[in-house]
């Protein structure tokens, strides 16, 4: 097996495919895999050499040791790797990093100052402007490590505005549940057309019941 196109497959584990020899393109496209965190570990996929990655739920990529030692292309897209990209020292033959439109990259400056000093001399390619693909600081263990305000210890709090480093009030949904892609999407909208004024973060901490978003008709999004 040389190549694999993978859509829709739903996988949370790719120990089976890193244990093909021969495998040299691995494409992971609309939920091909749903984990949260995507580790290559130590003697998997040995021939490698180029992975696109497109997953809805990644937040953190990361290369043990000795793990794809001919990787020479990554490409992600559909992203947002809260955690970063983790270990690429680890990939002595690396040429090129692409960060497709809608990804998105914590510690985008660290990431670049990897490819820097790696021996290889790869790329770091951003198709949008560096603002556009960095989220900021690195994300451990689900908590922002820029956060200026105590958490509240409340259980029943479902989420919380915390203030950046820029300044920027940002809207964490810490819900209890996963939102489906369709709630995420409307929740994105939402938060879009009420940015300009300000208006949605203003209903949300004024309203007392959290759980549900009060928002004046001029601040609504249209219902698909």
């Known amino acids: 097996m040389v190549k694999i196109y ?17 495998l040299m393109l691995l494409q992971l496209i609309d ?3 749903t984990g949260e965190k ?9 021939s490698l050499r180029k992975l696109v990655s497109q997953g809805y ?9 000795d793990a794809s030692p001919h ?32 990804c998105k990259v914590a510690g985008l400056n660290m990431l670049q100052a990897e490819v820097n000093q790696h021996p290889n001399k790869p790329v770091l390619r951003l198709l949008r402007d560096q603002s556009h693909h960095d ?11 820029e956060a200026t305000e105590p958490q509240p210890d409340d259980a029943e709090e479902s989420s ?12 964490l949904l810490l819900a209890h549940h996963k939102l489906s892609i369709f709630e995420r999407s409307l929740l994105s909208a939402c938060m879009f057309y009420a940015y300009s004024s300000s208006l949605f973060l203003r209903c ?8 549900q978003l009060m928002l004046p008709a001029s601040a609504r999004c249209p219902v698909p």
Do not use: W
């Open 71 to 102: 990787m020479e292309s990554i490409h992600i897209d559909q992203s947002q790797l809260k955690s970063g990209i983790i270990g690429i020292k680890h990939l002595p033959s690396l040429k090129e990093i692409t960060l497709c439109y809608y």
């Open 204 to 211: 949300f901490q004024r309203n007392p019941n959290r759980s």
């Open 6 to 22: 993978l859509r829709h497959s739903y996988l949370k584990d790719l120990q089976i495919l890193g244990a093909l020899p021969q």
């Open 38 to 46: 995507l580790t290559f570990r130590t003697g998997a996929f040995p």
């Open 160 to 171: 919380q505005v915390i203030t950046t480093a820029d300044n920027r009030s940002v809207l």
């Open 31 to 33: 939920n091909a895999y």
């Open 57 to 65: 739920y990644l937040t953190e990529m990361r290369f043990e040791e």
């Open 135 to 145: 989220l900021g600081d690195v994300i451990r263990s689900g908590v922002e490590v």
